[in-house]
């Protein structure tokens, strides 16, 4: 059975600073990974999808990487900005049940 | 191009009614996906409908049911609604076998 792990739960880093969130998965067995942003109250925001047969994604100051044999993806951001606060969501859209299985996601604040 | 639209935003609802959430996918897309998300439990797999048929289904009990039609566009139901309902009720569309892309949710209260 697929699980999805998210390390740390929460983090607060000043403003400026590059961070690295990590996300680990039990089935290397995966077509892709997404992760997402949410807001509080609100829906969730794609912000990059890796292919199985990438090994990164970058959009702008985030870059997103998979080792698949490892069960490992790594979201980071770059020169963090109070604007990056909000919850980060790891995602296995197809699992080999073929079902969406997703982290407990990554708390960020960032200071000002 | 338009996103995934979810209709109401909001709803006040009082134990032992029932509720129909709409979500209309991105164009092209004919796999839509349903979750509930709790501060207690995250998010969690209702159910995903592809072209119209019920592809896969989360651990809810019979009280929670959906559809889709041939438009792809979904429709999520919870009869008997109990207190524990409350939550937001979050709608994704993908193409089959891709990513996915969410609506801004239905913030659903039971009182």
């Known amino acids: 059975k697929q699980e999805v792990t998210q390390i740390p739960a929460a983090l607060s880093v000043p403003e400026g600073e590059n961070l690295v969130l990590n996300c680990s998965f039990t089935d290397s067995a995966i077509y892709n990974l997404q992760w997402f942003r949410q807001d509080p109250g609100k829906g969730l925001t794609s912000l990059l999808l890796i292919q199985s047969s990438q090994r990164e994604q970058t959009s702008g100051r985030l870059n997103a990487s998979l080792d698949k044999s490892s069960g490992r993806s790594t979201l980071y951001i770059a020169a963090s900005q109070p604007g990056d606060s909000a919850t980060y969501l790891c995602?296995?859209?197809?699992?080999?049940?073929?079902?969406?299985?997703f982290g407990k996601g990554t708390r960020l604040h960032i200071l000002p | 191009k338009a996103g995934v639209t979810q209709t109401p935003r909001y709803l006040i609802k009082t134990r032992g009614q029932q509720v129909t959430l709409s979500c209309s996918p991105i164009?092209?897309?004919?796999?839509v996906s349903w979750y509930q998300q709790t501060p207690g439990q995250g998010l969690q797999f209702l159910f995903e409908?592809?072209?119209?048929?019920?592809?896969n289904k989360g651990n809810f009990p019979g009280r929670f049911s959906g559809r889709q039609f041939s438009n792809s566009r979904s429709e999520m139901n919870v009869s008997t609604l109990e207190l524990g309902d409350s939550a937001l009720y979050l709608c994704?569309?993908?193409?089959?076998?891709?990513?996915?892309?969410f609506g801004s949710g239905t913030r659903l209260t039971v009182v």
């Open positions: 994704a569309s993908s193409p089959d076998r891709g990513g996915y892309t």
């Open positions: 164009s092209g897309h004919r796999s």
């Open positions: 995602a296995l859209p197809r699992g080999r049940d073929d079902k969406i299985i």
């Open positions: 409908y592809f072209s119209e048929t019920q592809r």
